[in-house]
């Protein structure tokens, strides 16, 4: 199987990169378009801030690309919030692929958020042999709102969506590489993924 990791100058590489290889697959790290396109399954990682992620991503054409994958593709973090409309962090112009708009915790919570919470009403494959209220590790400031493609919840202020999917694209707001056991689970289970998950 390939596994490619989107390799675009803001993301968590090495980490998701160790993360497979200890379920025994070692992923390919590019922003070449035919390569990504070749893969069986597309990693979307992201670390930093959002505007300059997605200028990083309008350099090589990834923005216009991503979108028109057609294999199951997985944002991670950052990566899962520029796949949104939009975000309040730079004003900045998501790929739109969920119909959601990404905001900002208020001042009655410390952010960013960083550690262990809990992951509740789960409803996608991504999930099988998870339990409800596992504990994954999140770390942001910024959030999407529950709207129709959320398939997870956590709770921080308020509730928000800690995993998002539509069609081929999924998203996790929390770290599976850095999540134990679980978050290793939650990897394994999007390798089985079929194109409709």
């Excluded at 100058?9 to 390919?28: D, E, L, V």
């Excluded at 990682?45 to 200028?55: I, L, R, T």
């Excluded at 509730?159 to 998002?164: K, M, P």
């Amino acid at each position: 199987m390939k596994i490619v990791i989107i390799d675009y100058g803001a993301g968590n590489i090495q980490s998701i990169k160790f993360a497979f290889q200890r379920i025994g697959i070692t992923p390919i790290l590019s922003d070449q378009a035919e390569e990504i396109l070749k893969a069986d399954k597309v990693i979307f990682p992201g670390v930093g801030e959002a505007s300059s992620a997605m200028e990083k991503l309008k350099s090589t054409g990834l923005d216009v690309l991503i979108p028109k994958l057609t294999q199951p593709v997985l944002g991670i973090c950052l990566g899962m919030q520029l796949m949104c409309t939009s975000s309040e962090e730079g004003a900045t112009k998501g790929l739109g692929i969920f119909d959601v708009e990404v905001k900002k915790f208020d001042a009655t919570v410390k952010v960013p958020q960083i550690g262990w919470n809990q992951i509740k009403d789960l409803k996608s494959a991504l999930f099988d042999g998870i339990s409800e209220n596992e504990y994954m590790y999140l770390v942001h400031s910024y959030y999407a709102p529950l709207c129709a493609e959320t398939i997870a919840t956590t709770n921080y202020q308020l509730d928000y969506s800690s995993a998002l999917q539509k069609n081929n694209f999924y998203g996790t707001q929390f770290h599976p590489e850095k999540s134990s056991l679980a978050g290793q689970r939650v990897l394994e289970n999007f390798l089985k993924l079929d194109v409709q998950g």
